[in-house]
């Protein structure tokens, strides 16, 4: 039987770059045996061959930050409505939203919302009242609709009154680390003993680094602190970060760039503090959990609603004061920590293996394919 043909609209990095890229990457490393995936992306001199089967069609990057990832977005519309032949078009992110109706005039469409990104304090105004736009268009679309967040999905019933499908993530069980890489990049900043850890794709305000560092200031702490992300893309926010950060053992290593050294400082770490304000269903806190390492989690509905009590401890959201306590407690309770870093081990493995998720992938591919129209799905 021939391969029903899948697109993949709305992630620019192939290879991923972690985030959502990951994620989608995953989904087709599981499956690209059953269908044949065509993945739109950024011109990469790693895309072609990436992944052996799965084909690429590659466009230059737009300048001019979201207006640009508009027109890149519109270019592979374009293209996949021109030359596509494809059973699926699988768009990812509500970024993306503007062109579900278009491409559904020729093709099934499946949307997929992996967060609010409205929330996040790195967009203007102008771009939050663009998604808000493109989330009520995401809603009224005729796409099948599905959502990697449990109260993200409860949030559309509830106020779009339209079902979403809930499809959670999933990571690779067994990561690859690369120690050699880690202890060379940490050595390179002083780090020559147990560190807590702070990562993510990019340092902003939403990530919550300065709760843990006005934290870490109450309890006076004086070990090695690592934050992994850039700090580029917010400079205000960078600059009160580090001087926030003066007198403390503050290390800014940048993004880091090779998962397998990620991971390899993930398993180093004394404790992963994970201090988001807002999340979709975060791939970096399943990760960490799936290496073994203890994690103090802000208690958001989107952490909460994958771990509970006994696999993370967690802090009240934005509250600085109670992750000071909390932060103490886990070094006075160090045995209690380690037995629930086995428990968020364990979870991860029995539910959120990326093995397991495709197959729910598989069933909604099967099913949209079936469909005779998309509406009906």
Known sequence: MEKKKIAILGVKYFPSRGGTSRVVE??????HEEYHFTM???EDPKAEGHIPGVDVVQFKPYPFGVIGVFFFFLRCSLHMLRKGDYDII???KTDAAFFINMLSKKFKVIATSHEAPYKRDKWSGFTKTYFKWMEKVFMKSKAKLTCISEPLSRYYEENFGRKVQYIPNGVEPKLDTDYEQAD??????GVDGPFVFFAARRVMATKGPHHMLRALKKVNFDGHVVIAGDIDQLPTFTKELKAMAKGMKVHFIGFVNGKAMLMAMIKRAKVFVFPSETEGMSIMLLEVASMGT???ASDIPENTAVFDDKDLLFFKNKDSDD???KFQWALENWGVMEAKANEAQSRVENEYDRAIIAKHYEQLY???ALAEVPSAV
């Open 26 to 31: 995953d989904i087709i490393i599981q499956l």
């Open 40 to 42: 739109y992306c950024y």
């Open 90 to 92: 699988h768009i990812h």
């Open 184 to 189: 060379a990049k940490l050595a390179e900043y």
């Open 294 to 296: 203890p994690v103090i």
């Open 323 to 325: 992750l000071a306590e």
């Open 366 to 368: 099967h099913d949209v």
